[in-house]
């Protein structure tokens, strides 16, 4: 995990610039570096994941050219070898390999990689940038204008707070180069389904998995896994533990009285033999670090807000405690084989439409939370499920398969599984549990709770009244939006919606985003 930033021609001092850059130095505190790069600069903090020697700093250069990237380019190794005959690396990095790349096969480079990034490259032959993000949009970039009219990228979008009118976040799947955005990538449009049986079909969900899993161990820094006790981040932890073939270490999170998750979390631990810690929240610490959280986000989304409180108090105590600089986590299970809510879909093509929808926009919403919150206190996150060739394939089986049409959400993925028995059964066959509401039914109204003692009724009406780009619709929202406003003034159009059940959809015309105002929740939370 690391930060970039790229001006074109900048219209402030490298002073000031370091000023905007060092807001996010928590996502690369081991070292930092403002280089000119022709008309530009470029901008670098580190956090050493993979070649730990200080030859593994950036930018990397290679004949005039540079490259700052914050990413992961699994599977490097081997085309670090074939570029070996032509080019010489200097450190273990696996960025290094970008320059040659980019000198062999230009823009097209950008689909041949199986990565999760966002980088900038400066061409000195054009005195240009070029910018580029992964298809599911795992890694965070933002660009914007600033007063001169030329275009400035970001990491996160605080960098561009006083700097730019309009910060907009950079397309997943997508280049810029010589003014124009491109599409390189399209993981989510499906022209054919797959004609795999169940069988073959959950083989591949299982192989393709592990392998997913497989190739997000390799890491020169010390690793550690999320286990919220969950079907998704279980198996990830345990295809781990089996792969590296020794003790992992686990990290679980709840209330410290109605925790639901941390009973599972511990079950699966003692069963895959894991080191396990447990971390606590209360109340008062909920509510003494959400203002820091939605700075740290940059979103309002109530649903993001409240999964974010766990994954980040998690992440801190981690931080503090140990020495774990990488995490694996089991997002993005969800938005391809289904929510609870999705259980309701009226047709197969309704369930596939709402799955491309969702992993299309998830970037602002479970992938900016895991980000955010992870990087905040300054840890790698790492994420199997959004394995570009697992998401392909995943995308492709056809939805009347996905679907729920078995009593049991996530069936084939369970399925895929089942043989190994490297989960306890009553594990791998419980019900989905949001993860806000797993961590503890309590979080979720204490925080209900604050926000009505933040406003009278007419409070709320007024203020909510000022905003017309999605209103706030409760006291929670409101309480979000006026915090997220403090800190990122008018910037409201970087999240598209508020995340929530399809309203269209029988059942599902709530006005919370909880899984637990859902007729099928049942005894998912406890």
């Given at each position: 995990?690391?930060a970039?930033?790229?001006?074109?021609?900048?219209?402030?001092?490298?002073?000031?610039v370091?000023?905007?850059?060092?807001?996010?130095?928590?996502?690369?505190p081991?070292?930092?570096?403002?280089?000119?790069?022709?008309?530009?600069?470029?901008c670098?903090?580190?956090?050493a994941?993979m070649?730990?020697?200080p030859?593994g700093?950036?930018p990397?250069?290679?004949?005039?050219?540079?490259?700052?990237?914050?990413g992961?380019?699994?599977?490097?190794?081997?085309l670090k070898?074939?570029?070996?005959e032509?080019?010489?690396?200097?450190?273990?990095?696996?960025?290094?390999?970008?320059?040659?790349?980019y000198?062999?096969?230009?823009?097209?480079?950008?689909?041949?990689?199986?990565?999760?990034?966002a980088?900038?490259?400066?061409?000195?032959?054009?005195?240009?940038?070029?910018?580029?993000?992964?298809?599911?949009?795992?890694?965070?970039l933002?660009?914007?204008?600033?007063?001169?009219?030329?275009?400035?990228?970001?990491?996160?979008?605080?960098?561009?707070?006083?700097?730019?009118?309009?910060?907009?976040?950079?397309?997943?799947?997508?280049?810029?180069?010589?003014?124009?955005?491109?599409?390189?990538?399209?993981?989510?449009?499906?022209?054919?389904?797959?004609?795999?049986?169940?069988e073959?079909?959950?083989?591949q969900?299982?192989?393709?998995?592990?392998?997913?899993?497989?190739k997000?161990?390799?890491?020169?820094?010390?690793l550690?896994?999320?286990l919220?006790?969950?079907?998704?981040?279980?198996?990830?932890?345990?295809?781990?533990?089996?792969?590296?073939?020794?003790?992992?270490?686990?990290?679980?999170?709840?209330?410290?009285?109605?925790?639901?998750?941390?009973?599972?979390?511990?079950?699966?631990?003692?069963?895959?033999?894991?080191?396990?810690?447990?971390?606590?929240?209360?109340?008062?610490?909920?509510?003494?670090n959400?203002?820091?959280v939605?700075?740290?986000?940059?979103?309002?989304?109530?649903?993001?807000?409240?999964?974010?409180m766990g994954?980040?108090?998690?992440?801190?105590?981690?931080?503090?405690?140990?020495?774990?600089?990488?995490?694996?986590?089991?997002?993005?299970?969800?938005?391809?084989?289904?929510?609870?809510y999705?259980?309701?879909?009226?047709s197969?093509?309704?369930?596939?439409?709402?799955?491309?929808?969702?992993m299309?926009?998830?970037?602002?919403?479970?992938?900016?939370?895991a980000?955010?919150?992870?990087?905040?206190t300054?840890?790698?996150?790492?994420?199997?499920?959004?394995?570009?060739?697992f998401?392909k394939?995943?995308?492709?089986i056809?939805?009347?398969?996905?679907?729920?049409?078995?009593?049991?959400?996530?069936?084939?993925?369970?399925?895929?599984?089942?043989?190994?028995?490297?989960l306890?059964?009553?594990?791998?066959?419980?019900?989905?549990?949001a993860?806000?509401?797993?961590?503890?039914?309590?979080?979720?109204?204490?925080?209900?709770?604050?926000?009505?003692?933040?406003?009278t009724?007419?409070?709320?009406?007024?203020?909510?009244?000022?905003?017309?780009?999605?209103?706030?619709?409760?006291?929670?929202?409101?309480?979000?939006?006026?915090?997220?406003?403090?800190?990122?003034?008018?910037?409201?159009?970087?999240?598209?919606?508020?995340?929530?059940?399809?309203?269209?959809?029988?059942?599902?015309?709530?006005n919370?985003?909880s899984?637990?105002?859902?007729?099928?929740?049942?005894?998912?939370?406890?």
């Open positions: 995990m690391c970039i930033m790229g001006f074109t021609k900048p219209t402030i001092s490298k002073e000031q370091q000023v905007h850059f060092d807001k996010t130095i928590a996502r690369g081991d070292m930092s570096k403002i280089v000119d790069a022709g008309s530009g600069l470029l670098f903090h580190r956090l994941i070649g730990l020697s030859e700093m950036q990397f250069e290679l004949d005039g050219d540079m490259v700052v990237c914050n992961e380019l699994y599977g490097f190794r081997p070898r074939q570029l070996s032509k080019y010489t690396f200097v450190s273990g990095s696996d960025c290094e390999i970008l320059l040659p790349l000198k062999e096969h230009g823009l097209d480079m950008f689909a041949m990689l199986d990565a999760e990034y980088l900038i490259i400066y061409d000195s032959k054009t005195d240009s940038l070029i910018a580029a993000r992964d298809p599911i949009g795992i890694r965070p933002f660009y914007g204008y600033d007063d001169g009219g030329s275009i400035v990228f970001a990491s996160e979008a605080i960098n561009l707070v006083g700097l730019c009118d309009e910060i907009i976040a950079f397309p997943p799947g997508h280049y810029y180069a010589h003014g124009e955005f491109v599409k390189y990538a399209d993981l989510t449009t499906v022209d054919a389904y797959h004609t795999d049986d169940l073959a079909t959950c083989k969900i299982r192989n393709k998995l592990v392998a997913a899993v497989d997000r161990l390799d890491a020169d820094a010390p550690g896994f999320l919220s006790g969950g079907l998704d981040s279980s198996l990830v932890c345990a295809i781990s533990a089996i792969v590296l073939g020794k003790k992992i270490r686990t990290f679980a999170v709840g209330m410290d009285k109605d925790a639901i998750d941390l009973k599972y979390a511990k079950q699966v631990a003692e069963f895959i033999g894991s080191d396990h810690t447990e971390i606590y929240m209360t109340r008062d610490s909920v509510i003494e959400l203002e820091f939605i700075k740290t986000l940059g979103t309002w989304d109530i649903t993001t807000i409240r999964a974010s994954m980040y108090m998690c992440c801190k105590g981690i931080h503090e405690q140990t020495d774990v600089r990488v995490l694996l986590t089991g997002e993005i299970s969800d938005e391809l084989f289904g929510y609870k999705t259980d309701f879909a009226p197969d093509e309704a369930f596939q439409q709402e799955s491309k929808k969702r299309d926009e998830l970037f602002m919403y479970d992938v900016l939370r980000d955010r919150t992870i990087s905040a300054s840890i790698e996150a790492r994420v199997p499920f959004g394995d570009l060739d998401v394939y995943v995308m492709a056809n939805p009347a398969m996905k679907r729920n049409s078995y009593d049991m959400g996530k069936y084939l993925l369970r399925h895929a599984f089942e043989a190994d028995k490297m306890p059964e009553d594990i791998l066959w419980r019900q989905k549990a993860f806000s509401d797993a961590v503890g039914h309590s979080m979720v109204d204490d925080l209900k709770a604050y926000a009505e003692e933040c406003y009724d007419a409070d709320y009406e007024t203020k909510r009244q000022q905003y017309t780009y999605c209103m706030p619709f409760t006291k929670e929202s409101l309480l979000y939006r006026e915090l997220f406003e403090k800190y990122y003034p008018g910037q409201a159009t970087m999240i598209k919606d508020f995340w929530m059940p399809n309203k269209e959809w029988e059942g599902c015309n709530v919370d985003p899984a637990r105002v859902l007729g099928n929740y049942g005894a998912s939370g406890v």
